[in-house]
């Protein structure tokens, strides 16, 4: 299945990545997706490998978890703690 | 950016007219007794001496559902009688407004009350990050413990 994938903020900046179409298996959650994610090496595997309570990830623009299980088409969005106001 | 009588939310990649939202948060034909209005702009104290100038990101469409939810929980807590609530993204200038809040009730303690809670969930829930510009240099500015229990004291 396909997911699409979103990054911002510094991690867009990190990763000179700002969107990018995944394919995945069936059933994969959040943290599945972010093993993966960290094989890119290099400063996908910084990021992802023990990815921490400064990794923030909402999927379909609600905030979720490493267990979240994903689901064809998800929007899976990964940002640092936001910083506004 | 044009104000419109029904809409709550405004993100503007343009600066704000503080103007035009004073003057829809203070419309009020008799069902509001206090309004409070907060605005936060964009500053240059001693740690920040340098400080050129800031970038605001936003993740669209998430961040408009996230101020619509804060603005519902607020409605749930108190009862308000109007809420405004804007926030630039883009570039900005040392002095310039970043985010604008404006809360109506039938008392003031209400609006004060209203207008904090908005503020104390907004820096900790929704998707806006700040870039701060030194000259050339810039650095992501990271998150503070202290907005965290800002919004934690309301759980």
């Known amino acids: ?85 | 950016m044009q104000i419109l009588p029904e809409q709550e939310i405004y993100i503007s990649d343009k600066p704000f007219n503080l103007t035009s939202l004073n003057h829809a948060i203070q419309t009020n034909e008799g069902e509001s007794g206090a309004a409070v209005i907060f605005t936060g702009a964009v500053r240059v104290s001693v740690e920040e001496s340098g400080l050129t100038g800031m970038t605001l990101e936003h993740y669209p469409g998430m961040t408009e559902k996230q101020l619509a939810d804060i603005i519902d929980e607020a409605r749930e807590r108190w009862h308000l009688t109007r809420i405004l609530v804007a926030h630039r993204v883009g570039y900005l200038e040392p002095g310039d407004p970043i985010v604008f809040v404006g809360v109506c009730g039938l008392h003031r303690a209400e609006a004060f009350i209203g207008a904090q809670f908005i503020m104390d969930y907004l820096k900790q829930k929704a998707t806006f990050w700040k870039k701060e510009h030194y000259g050339e240099s810039t650095h992501w500015v990271d998150a503070k413990s202290s907005d965290a229990q800002a919004a934690e004291r309301w759980a």
């Not at chain 1, 394919?23 to 090496?41: I, M, N, P, R, S």
């Not at chain 1, 309570?53 to 998800?74: F, H």
């Open chain 1, 1 to 85: 299945m396909n997911v699409n994938l979103l990054f911002f903020a510094s991690f867009k900046e990190q990763l000179d990545c700002g969107r990018l179409d995944f394919e995945l298996t069936e059933g994969t959650t959040v943290a599945g997706l972010c093993e993966q994610l960290a094989t890119k090496g290099g400063n996908w595997q910084s990021l992802f490998s023990a990815a921490s309570q400064s990794v923030k990830v909402s999927v379909n623009q609600e905030m979720a978890d490493m267990q979240t299980p994903l689901q064809a088409n998800d929007e899976v969005a990964f940002f640092p703690p936001v910083t506004g106001g």
